[in-house]
């Protein structure tokens, strides 16, 4: 790669600072009797807070042991800190030196692929050594040429928590809407109750063999997708001959457990006008008299959490999916409000769920800029302007 006139290629060993001697390695039953103000940092992040420090200056730290180093891509390799602080054994910590500061270290290997340089402690565990460590290459310009790059960075970073804030202040607005207007008891205090097969169609419909459609799947977190982007590849084989036709609008049910719905969860089809579904799911359009988007809310709320738990018994096959009859699941009961109660919840719930997805756009936006920017800055393709004096510095 060539460098700008000025930078130069050097390794961590050459023109860093490694200051692991200041790592305090302290179990968790340890730390419990110390609890304290100063942070106490993993290879991965902050693990606790104790009552004293080894740290007291701006340092990174990039993991000595883990599997989080494969996640490069989605996950940084990196920390950076400034002030009171203190390491566990499990992070290499590396300061200011005269040749490099810290946080030019932590930006060029925020979301480096570290995995050349690793050596195994067997399945799925990878160690960095100080002597691997040492011998990572890097570009590395002028420090005031740094220190510019970092300030940089550092304001997207400053945007970026910002955006995420507001995206946390959003979602949190959102949760508290769907409890306020769908999930307390004292709200749906004199609303009917009638089971999801009593106002709904079953849907079991086959595609015409010569209709070309998308293979669908629910995702937990963000509905229906594309099976062929969720994993790169095709996996329906020849099954897909008793896949589902779902039409715009309908609804399904799938019954495999996540982290965000223990007992499944439930989505309408919006994205696309038809696409094919697994067999394994439960499949139903509403009522014409019932307003869809209300519902979308209300399952989307988990709402037939309890429902649903209360009908396993066994626990989860082999294949992930939760031993739940489509008879049973069309038996769950779900409240039916007049309609024009209907209406104007959803409303509601509609222009919350709007802002917290412009909120998610603007900070996958400004993230997608930030790694552009870095990828130039940091390689020379793009130069900063030098400040001159200590005032244009801190303005």
């Avoid at 995702?219 to 020849?238: I, T």
Wanted: a neutral charge.
């Amino acid at each position: 790669m060539m460098l700008p006139d000025g930078w130069r290629t050097t390794t961590v060993g050459q023109s860093c600072s490694i200051r692991n001697k200041l790592r305090f390695p302290l179990s968790a039953e340890n730390r419990a009797g110390m609890q304290g103000q100063y942070p106490y940092f993993g290879p991965t992040g902050q693990l606790d807070s104790i009552d004293h420090y080894r740290i007291d200056e701006p340092f990174a730290l990039i993991g000595e042991d883990g599997d989080h180093f494969l996640k490069f891509r989605d996950r940084p390799m990196t920390i950076y800190f400034e002030g009171k602080a203190n390491v566990n054994n499990h992070a290499h910590i590396i300061g200011d030196s005269e040749e490099c500061l810290a946080k030019w270290l932590y930006y060029c290997f925020m979301h480096r692929d570290l995995t050349p340089m690793l050596s195994r402690q067997g399945v799925g565990r990878y160690k960095l050594t100080k002597a691997g460590l040492e011998k990572l290459e890097f570009p590395l310009p002028p420090k005031p040429e740094q220190a510019a790059i970092v300030r940089a960075l550092s304001t997207w970073d400053q945007a970026i928590a910002t955006s995420e804030g507001l995206l946390v202040n959003a979602q949190l607005q959102m949760d508290g809407l769907l409890q306020q207007l769908l999930i307390k008891p004292t709200v749906r205090g004199d609303w009917n109750t009638r089971p999801i097969s009593e106002i709904s169609e079953r849907i079991q419909r086959r595609a015409n063999e010569d209709q070309e459609l998308p293979i669908l799947m629910i995702s937990s977190g963000s509905g229906f997708v594309r099976q062929d982007e969720k994993y790169s590849r095709f996996m329906a084989g020849k099954s897909v001959e008793n896949y589902i036709a779902l039409d715009q609008g309908e609804f399904a049910y799938n019954k495999g457990n996540s982290k965000s719905y223990e007992f499944g969860c439930v989505f309408s089809l919006n994205t696309y006008e038809r696409g094919l579904v697994p067999n394994v799911y439960v499949c139903f359009k509403l009522s014409p008299e019932l307003n869809a988007v209300f519902y979308e809310h209300l399952f989307r709320a988990d709402f037939l959490h309890d429902q649903l738990g209360a009908l396993v018994n066994t626990g989860v096959r082999n294949n992930g999916l939760l031993n739940i009859k489509p008879v049973d699941f069309l038996a769950c009961q779900v409240p039916v409000p007049p309609l024009d109660v209907q209406n104007r919840i959803a409303e509601v719930l509609t222009t919350a769920a709007k802002r917290v997805a412009l909120q998610e756009r603007d900070l996958e936006l400004l993230k997608q800029e930030k790694t552009a920017l870095m990828s130039q800055l940091l390689t020379g393709k793009r130069r900063v302007k030098l400040l001159d004096t200590e005032a244009e510095v801190q303005a």
